[in-house]
C-alpha cells in the first residue's frame, strides 16, 4: 500500500467534509441588499442657491433677467421614497410654488433623479428691461446628488421654454441643493 496515495485521500475526504458542513452556513461577511444603498426614504428639507443659468436661444431677455437672481436661496421639500435601488421622489418649491415629481435610482450613496413632468402655478419673468414679460413652461427637471453623514447635497438642473409672442426661446437653470431630514 502507498501511504502518500492514503495521505492525499483521507486529506481530500477531510476537505470535502469540512466544506460540505460550511457549505450551509451563511456568509456573515457579505452586506445584505438594503446595506449597500444610503436609506434616502423620508422628507429632505433644505436650501437651494441658484448657481447658473445657460440659454439656448441667445438675445432674449430671459437668461440676463434669471442671472440677475443668483445666489439666491430657495426653500425645498424633497419627499423620497426608496424600494431597494429604485427611487420615487417629489418636490415642491416655497418660492416659486413649482412641484415635480421624480423617478430614478440609487448607487450606493448616491441618487439620480428624473422628472417627466411639472406642476405649477403660472411663473411670470419680468425682464430687466421692465418692458417685457415672458411665461415659463417647464419642460423636464433632474436631481444628481448623494448623502454623506446625513446630508444630502444635489444639483437641481430645470429647463425651460420661455414663451414670448412671436419668439420662444429655451432655458436651463441650476440649483445647488443642501438638506437634512428634519
Request: glycine share 4%.
Amino acid at each position: 500500500m502507498n501511504w502518500a496515495r492514503v495521505k492525499r485521500a483521507t486529506l481530500l475526504s477531510l476537505l470535502v467534509a469540512v466544506s460540505a458542513s460550511c457549505s450551509n452556513q451563511p456568509d456573515t461577511t457579505t452586506p445584505s441588499s438594503q446595506s449597500l444603498f444610503a436609506p434616502f426614504s423620508g422628507d429632505w428639507l433644505g436650501t437651494a442657491a441658484l448657481t447658473s443659468v445657460t440659454p439656448f436661444v441667445t438675445g432674449a431677455c430671459v437668461s440676463p433677467s434669471l442671472s440677475t437672481l443668483i445666489n439666491t436661496p430657495d426653500q425645498l421639500n424633497l419627499a423620497i421614497s426608496q424600494d431597494g435601488q429604485k427611487l420615487t421622489a417629489h418636490r415642491s418649491s416655497a418660492t416659486t410654488g413649482l412641484s415635480c415629481s421624480y423617478t430614478g435610482t440609487t448607487s450606493s450613496n448616491r441618487i439620480a433623479l428624473d422628472a417627466a413632468t411639472c406642476d405649477f402655478p403660472e411663473l411670470i419673468l419680468r425682464c430687466t428691461d421692465n418692458a417685457s414679460v415672458t411665461e415659463l413652461a417647464v419642460v423636464g427637471s433632474t436631481i444628481q446628488g448623494s448623502v454623506l453623514n446625513g446630508q444630502l447635497t444635489a444639483t437641481v438642473t430645470d429647463s425651460y421654454n420661455a414663451l414670448r409672442a412671436p419668439n420662444e426661446t429655451h432655458v436651463t437653470v441650476s440649483y445647488q441643493f443642501s438638506a437634512a431630514k428634519p
